[in-house]
């Protein structure tokens, strides 16, 4: 079975960091992107930051450039997203998700995980 299993949210204060995983089974890891997407109460969901996603292997929208970084461990098929000096505008619920390199719609997703940064 495809699964993403998403964990390491919780509640921080402003300038605090999270460590959120995501662990892959079902499909050849090294094959997909793998994104962070997130969702605050009563907006859009936004695409935070990727990995093997283009030239640049990772991307990050602006408003997290130099404070989260991406990375994976194919081993342990496990995409890593590090959150520092968080924000109280971070707050939202963290979704990773997959799409094979070879195509532009996400075929998987895991089930969120709530990050609250309190000011």
């Known amino acids: 079975d495809v699964q993403l299993q998403a964990s390491g949210g919780g509640l921080v204060q402003a300038g605090g960091s999270l460590r959120l995983t995501c662990v892959a089974t079902g499909f050849t890891f090294d094959d997909y992107t793998i994104s962070w997407f997130r969702q605050a109460p009563g907006k859009e969901r936004e695409g935070v930051s990727c990995?093997?996603?283009?030239?640049?292997?990772?991307y990050h929208i602006d408003s997290v450039k130099g404070r989260f970084s991406i990375s994976k461990d194919s081993g342990k098929r496990t995409a890593i997203l590090q959150m520092d000096s968080l924000k109280a505008e971070d707050t939202a619920v963290y979704y990773c998700?997959?799409?094979?390199?070879?195509?532009?719609?996400?075929?998987?997703w895991g089930q969120g995980t709530q990050v609250t940064v309190s000011s």
């Open positions: 998700a997959a799409r094979h390199t070879g195509r532009s719609t996400y075929e998987y």
């Open positions: 990995i093997n996603c283009g030239d640049a292997n990772t």
